[in-house]
C-alpha cells in the first residue's frame, strides 16, 4: 500500500452521502499513510470481537445508562483504554490502529472507538464537537446524557460540560446550544486531520502537516481557510506555483481577511499582483 492508494481509498469512502461513510474505515485509510502495510480489516475484525464480547456482558433491559455503564467496564477497565494525558500530543494518539494497540487515546479517537463499538451492539451514538473537549451521547431523542470518552467513559449533563468548559478556558463559559450539537461523520474525520495537521504544525513536518489539510479539502473542498494554509505550506515547501494559486484563491473567496495583506505581500514576492 503507498500513500496515493491510502488517499484514493479515503477519497471513494468521503464522497459517499455523510450516514454511508464508514468512520472506522476511513479513520483507518487516514492512518494507511502513516503506516503504508497496515490492513484496515485486521482493526474492523478487532473492533467486531470486542463487540461480540461486551454484547455477552450487556443486560437483557437494555436502558442507556445501564448500557453505557457496561461499555465503560468493559472498555476501560477490562480493556485497560485511557486517555493520554502525559503525551497528549504524540501523533499516534490521532491514528486508529495505535489507538486500539496502545489502548490510549485523546477524546476523539476514543470517542471513535466507543461509537465503533456501540454501534455494533445496537446502541448508536453520536460525536459532539464540543468546543475543547470532544464528547458522545446516545442516540436517543430527549436524553441530555454526553459522555466523555477520554475520562473513563466519565457521565456528563448539561450543567456538567459548562462547568468543563469553564475549566478549559479558564473562565466563566456560558453553554450554547450549539456546543453540545451532533456532528457529522466528516466533520469528525475534519477534526481527527486538524489535530494531525496542528501536531505537525508544531513538530515542524510541513510535509504530514500539508498531507492533513490536503484530505480536509477532499473532505469540505474550497474551505477557504485551508485553502489558505495548503498555499502557505506550499510556498514554505518551495511549491511556488501551488502557493500562488491557492493564496489568490483565497483572497478572492476572503478579500476583506485579516491577514488579507499579508497574503497580499506573498503573492507580491511571488509575482503576482
Known sequence: MNISSARQYFYQEVQQPDEQIDLARTALYIAQEEYPDLDPEEYLNAFDTMAAELEERLPVERYPLRVIQNINKYLY???????????????????????????LGIPISLALVYI?????VDFPMVGIGMP??????????????????FN???ILFPQDCQEKLTQIYQHPVTLQPEFLAAVTNKQILARMLTNLKYIYLNQKELEKALAAV???????????????????????????????????????????????YIIRRLLTQLGRN
Open 152 to 154: 473513563d467513559g466519565e
Open 214 to 260: 490536503e484530505r480536509i479539502l477532499l473532505l469540505f473542498p474550497g474551505f477557504a481557510l485551508e485553502v489558505r494554509d495548503r498555499g502557505l505550506l506550499c510556498y514554505q515547501l518551495g511549491r511556488f506555483s501551488q502557493a500562488a494559486t491557492d493564496l489568490e484563491t483565497y483572497l478572492t473567496q476572503t478579500p476583506e481577511a485579516q491577514d488579507a
Open 132 to 149: 475543547g473537549h470532544f464528547l458522545i451521547r446516545p442516540d436517543v431523542s430527549d436524553i441530555e446524557i454526553f459522555v466523555d470518552a
Open 77 to 103: 477497565t477490562d480493556l485497560g483504554f485511557t486517555g493520554n494525558k502525559q503525551e497528549y500530543y504524540d501523533p499516534r494518539n490521532s491514528f486508529l490502529n495505535d489507538v486500539i494497540d496502545r489502548r
Open 116 to 120: 465503533e463499538i456501540a454501534r455494533r
